[in-house]
């Protein structure tokens, strides 16, 4: 675990206003600033205390600490008299900012989408809203599950069949990070229960010995084979997870709790190969959810359609009352 290095040190009162230089020659009004591994986290000043990061690379520290020596956090950098905020208002804010927090220079997450992909588009970050799909199973479209009998042996059966050749969202980068909101449901189809499949033979919906918890489950994603007009999701070895024998169409994901516990990041133990996909969520050792979310990777492809952009920050202004 990074150790957190403080290196503005602590008043006997309250936070002050100070400046943390960065070496393009812009600074962040922040009340204080400490490293944590490769990042530099700070309160700022600017936005109502609200917890940001930036890459320490940026920072001018030497810049930064001579600023602080010649000021004395005397003034903030409007000459104004320093004036202390409420320590239960910096933590509110920073509760806050957890909720969307930030995931790349000026892009957080959404405060609406429960599951997003971070995607780079002609060298700029953007994340992708990832809908689950409607597939459908053997051509059955009741709730997009058929209840059947599966061969956990079997690499060739029949899961998910999706509709087209191709996924509505294509992503850029081959190792992206998808982000999974915590605290709710992130499967439902309409406010039904999401419904899975025995792969051990048994059928069933879930019930309530499996909860609504995205961190109980293990996720994994699946190449989709890619047929005329559709791709087919086939069943796999959930037993052969984890170990030494692994399948090349089948790719294991590390997760990750965001601070706060809001969301949840996954990211592919290895990188993509140009094709498509689905992201699966493995109940147990013997189910999993085929309700799933479908992407290709395709460095060539236009700008997926509902990407959000990075909002760079604006100057703030402080408004005489």
Not at 227 to 237: C, Y
Request: aromatic share 4%; hydrophobic share 35%.
């Amino acid at each position: 675990m990074a150790q957190q290095k403080p290196l503005v040190p602590a008043d006997d009162s309250a936070p002050h206003r100070t400046r943390l230089i960065l070496k393009d020659g812009t600074y962040q009004l922040v009340m204080s600033y400490r490293i944590v591994g490769d990042r530099v986290r700070y309160v700022s000043a600017e936005r109502g205390g609200s917890e940001e990061e930036i890459p320490s690379a940026l920072v001018d520290f030497d810049a930064t600490k001579r600023w602080e020596r010649d000021h004395a956090r005397s003034s903030d950098a409007e000459g104004q008299a320093a004036a202390p905020i409420d320590p239960e208002l910096l933590k509110e804010e920073a509760d806050r900012a957890a909720l969307t927090p930030e995931v790349a220079p000026d892009l957080r997450l959404p405060d609406l989408d429960n599951m997003v992909v971070l995607d780079t588009y002609r060298d700029q970050p953007q994340l992708v809203p990832l809908p689950q799909s409607e597939g459908e199973l053997n051509h059955n479209t009741a709730h997009n599950i058929v209840k059947a009998m599966i061969n956990p042996l079997s690499s060739s059966h029949q899961l998910v069949q999706l509709k087209g050749e191709k996924s509505m969202v294509q992503l850029h980068v081959d190792q992206p990070a998808i982000y999974i909101r915590i605290g709710q449901p992130v499967a439902g189809f309409d406010g039904s229960r999401p419904m899975t499949v025995d792969t051990h033979g048994a059928s069933a919906e879930m019930d309530e010995k499996h909860p609504l918890d995205p961190t109980a489950s293990r996720y994994v994603i699946v190449r989709a084979d890619v047929r005329t007009g559709a791709r087919v999701v086939a069943s796999f070895k959930i037993s052969a997870l984890g170990t030494a024998s692994r399948d090349e169409d089948v790719i294991e994901t590390t997760r990750e709790m965001l601070p706060g516990g809001h969301w949840m990041k996954l990211t592919p133990k290895q990188s993509l190969l140009f094709g498509e996909y689905a992201l699966m969520e493995v109940l147990s050792d013997r189910e999993v959810n085929l309700g799933v979310w479908d992407f290709g990777v395709h460095p060539t492809a236009g700008q997926n359609r509902d990407a959000i952009l990075p909002q760079p920050k604006r100057p703030f202004a402080l408004n005489p009352r």
